[in-house]
């Protein structure tokens, strides 16, 4: 019987907030983070809103932004967040027992556009030598096994949206096999640059409610039309159940199951009748040995897309029958954004906290019911409940599929 | 005295602020707190600001802060 698996830290930068604290009041509150983009010009794109995280350089572990990417400033930043969370120091994490497993879609484009340019305009010379080390997604797992020397596993997953789920499934399996006590877990992105943001638009992809920003991401609604993108990162503390109780820890959840799958069928829209998505959410409970009975909330990948929303109905209802009527999901995506590869990550902590607190946050924006999309999406008003266990879905483009199960602390 | 204040202000970028030692001609390269990769940006930064070439060999050559600002001298301007 392989050891229990216990969120013990979370750290969470966000644009509805930096901090645990800070982010949970403004998530259970329906506060959006969604607004006009203030950092390169959007005039001539079709969405110009999304989640920009705000007053984020006076963080102390803020390295100089001309020579690491935003995504590595946010991915150890909430790695800071998330081991003074879990009161650990730098003596409990630096050995071999440590890992840091993160998710990351994109890594540092920011940091290769503008290498781009440079080639482009001035020639070889004017490239970064570290332009490598600072492209690689690797880089974000790495600088945090640097900062506070993790000499364990280390490895960044790369699988578009469910990236930060699937780094912490990976990291679970690595602890139940007794590979690490602690693992440093998450996700980050940094995709609101003008090249990847325009890549977005171009696909028609994204929202189009300009004119009300707090409003453009309304997953499950009727008027929904597309997904809002989002910069950040959010890092769990993942600690085996023994050396959890060693340091006497604080538990928000147990991390218990882990369901993968991919659909292998399109590189961005999911498959029609959501069957992919439906085996990843029936994979997860049973290696949790959960039972359907026992979710008492999903909090759904619910990107706003016309297609995601859809879908993500119809796995729910496979996989939950009758009962789904029964079982709360709301999309925080409504209030954050689409923070890509961080996604996955973020929202598993959200999950955590929902069991931790007996609170339920809402889907914002949820005003025009859709005939299709008839669930309980948690509209408009977090919820206070009494349940034991809960799952966090994410459905990436490319079809690659996570979902994590959580139980409330022992 | 020009070179050798553009020289400081780029070595300065690299060189740990905590203790930030001033280099004098004597510091070894080996003692700066720099590590191979912020050395590599460092002789970049050097190529491009005073536009010329140092190659391999060069850098080879480099032990202290003295000999990089002999090498510039010699080829700038």
Redesign the interface.
């Known amino acids: 019987m392989s050891e229990r698996i216990l969120i013990t830290g979370i750290g969470f930068i966000l644009p509805v907030g930096i901090g645990k604290e800070a982010a949970w009041q403004a998530l259970i509150n329906g506060c959006s983070g969604i607004a006009p983009i203030a950092r390169f010009d959007t005039s001539a794109l079709n969405c110009r809103v999304a989640g920009e995280v705000k007053d984020w350089e006076s963080n102390p572990l803020s390295k100089d932004p001309s020579r690491f990417d935003r995504v590595i400033q946010f991915a150890l930043g909430a790695a800071k967040l998330a081991i003074e969370d879990a009161g650990l120091t730098s003596a409990d994490l630096g050995n071999p027992r440590t890992g840091v497993s993160m998710g990351t879609g994109l890594g540092g484009i920011w940091f290769a556009e503008s290498q781009l340019k440079s080639l482009y305009e001035y020639g070889t010379k004017k490239v970064s030598p570290i332009t490598v080390p600072n492209v690689n997604p690797n880089a974000i797992s790495t600088q945090i096994a640097m900062e506070w020397q993790c000499s364990g596993i280390n490895m960044t997953v790369c699988t578009a949206c469910a990236s930060g789920a699937h780094a912490i499934g990976q990291a679970m399996d690595a602890m139940r096999l007794g590979r690490a006590d602690i693992m440093i877990v998450g996700g980050a992105e940094a995709p609101l640059t003008p090249l990847s943001f325009t890549g977005f638009d171009n696909m028609r992809v994204m929202a189009c409610h300009n004119g009300e920003p707090d409003k453009a991401c309304r997953p499950f609604d009727k008027g929904r039309n597309g997904f809002v993108l989002g910069e950040g990162a959010g890092v769990l503390l993942l600690e085996t159940e023994s050396h959890a109780r060693r340091r006497g820890a604080r538990a928000y959840a147990e991390l218990c199951g882990y369901g993968a799958s991919c659909g292998g069928y399109h590189l961005v829209a999911p498959q029609p009748d959501g069957r992919d998505a439906a085996i990843s959410m029936e994979r997860a409970l049973s290696d949790a040995q959960l039972n359907k009975e026992e979710i008492g909330y999903i909090n759904a990948h619910g990107t706003s897309t016309k297609a995601n929303d859809l879908v993500e109905t119809m796995a729910v209802k496979k996989v939950f029958g009758e009962k789904s009527y029964q079982v709360p999901l709301s999309s925080t995506k409504s209030m954050t954004g689409h923070l890509i590869g961080a996604a996955g990550a973020v929202e598993a902590a959200i999950t955590a906290l929902a069991l931790y607190h007996g609170m339920l946050p809402p889907t914002i924006n949820y005003e025009t019911p859709d005939p299709e999309c008839d669930l309980d999406y948690v509209p408009t008003l977090a919820r206070q409940v009494h349940i034991n266990a809960a799952l966090s879905n994410s459905f990436a483009f490319g079809n690659n599929n996570a979902c994590l199960a959580f139980r409330k602390a022992p | 005295m020009i070179i050798e204040d553009e020289l400081e202000s780029i070595f300065e970028k690299y060189i740990p602020a905590t203790p930030y030692r001033k280099p004098t001609p004597e510091t070894l390269l080996a003692d700066l707190g720099v590590d191979s990769?912020g050395f590599?940006?460092l002789i970049?930064d050097i190529?491009?600001v005073f536009n010329l070439n140092i190659t391999n060999e060069d850098i080879d050559k480099l032990k202290t802060v003295g000999d990089v600002i002999k090498l510039v001298s010699g080829r700038a301007g």
């Open positions: 990769l590599i940006e970049a190529e491009s």
